[in-house]
């Protein structure tokens, strides 16, 4: 098996409490000679701290130190999460400090998760500093240190705190290192942020977002045009709607007919 087919019957197994079968199933990976995976470990280690037991979750991330001399910070947020809950700030910054002092290139997926969790616990600071990190670190096509979601955790706590014009500048935010290069943005990205301003009912700012994505090489999908068509429909924009409409006709794109006729009643 592979180490993706560990990590699903790992966390198979902790789901329905069998964590000492999931142990097993570690040991059986590392003795058949697979490398320590650090999914694999962090499975395990939130299984035990859900149980409450800190002694083994450590005992286990020791040796996954042990076996890897970079492992995937991911399991850094588990701790953090887990000591949060808990009321322990102070050791779930700790658990953070630790690892930023391991200066490992993370991936966009690892760091977008230490964003979320610093974000929901109110780490607001901490989290900018970090997201400032990853621009400076994105120099592709050496190291892709950001990706649209990045953008979408950031552009999304400025439209949840109400700082609506500081997210647009989040959105076209590039690192300061002489070396680190925009992100170009795609698809996935943009639809988030006209989605948000859609939900303002900030309708112009969407239209120009739409217009910009238009212009580049990239092609809007569905879910940006019926967002768009919605937000125009809610506020009784017919004839803006039926452009965005046949835009999306136009471009081939398969009209649902249950929307089709939602934008002809």
């Known amino acids: 098996p ?6 699903h019957l790992t966390k198979g197994l902790i789901s329905v409490g069998r964590i000492d079968e999931a142990v097993d199933l570690l040991r059986e990976m590392l003795n058949k000679g697979h490398g320590a995976d650090s999914l694999v470990y962090n499975n395990m280690i939130s299984g035990f701290l ?18 890897c001399l970079v492992y995937d910070g991911v399991v850094n947020s588990t701790y953090m999460e887990w000591f949060f809950k808990q009321g322990r700030d102070k050791e779930a910054m700790e658990s953070y400090k630790s690892l930023m002092d391991r200066q490992f290139r993370m991936t966009p997926a690892t760091c977008n998760v230490l964003l979320e969790v610093l974000l929901k616990h109110g780490k607001e600071k ?5 997201f400032d990190q990853m621009l400076d670190n ?14 979408n ?6 439209f949840k705190l109400g700082k609506i014009d500081e997210a647009v500048a989040t959105f076209r935010k590039v690192g300061t290192k002489p070396n680190s290069k925009p992100f170009m943005m795609d698809v996935a990205g943009y639809r988030n942020i006209i989605s948000r301003y859609c939900e303002n009912g900030m309708l112009s700012e969407a239209e120009t977002l739409f217009q910009e994505l238009c212009s580049k090489s990239l092609s809007p999908d569905v879910p940006t045009h019926t967002t768009l068509i919605d937000a125009y429909l809610k506020a009784d924009n017919i ?26 009643d």
């Open 239 to 264: 004839d803006e709607a039926l452009r965005i409409f046949n835009k999306m006709v136009d471009a081939g794109l398969r009209v649902v007919a249950t929307f089709g006729n939602r934008v002809f």
């Open 126 to 130: 901490e989290a900018w500093e970090l």
């Open 50 to 67: 859900e149980l409450g037991n800190l002694d083994k979750a450590n005992e286990l991330f020791d040796e996954l130190k042990e076996r």
């Open 2 to 7: 592979s180490p993706v087919t560990y990590r």
């Open 138 to 151: 994105h120099t592709p096509p050496n190291f892709q240190a950001v990706n649209s979601d990045t953008f």
């Open 153 to 158: 955790v950031m552009v999304n706590q400025c």
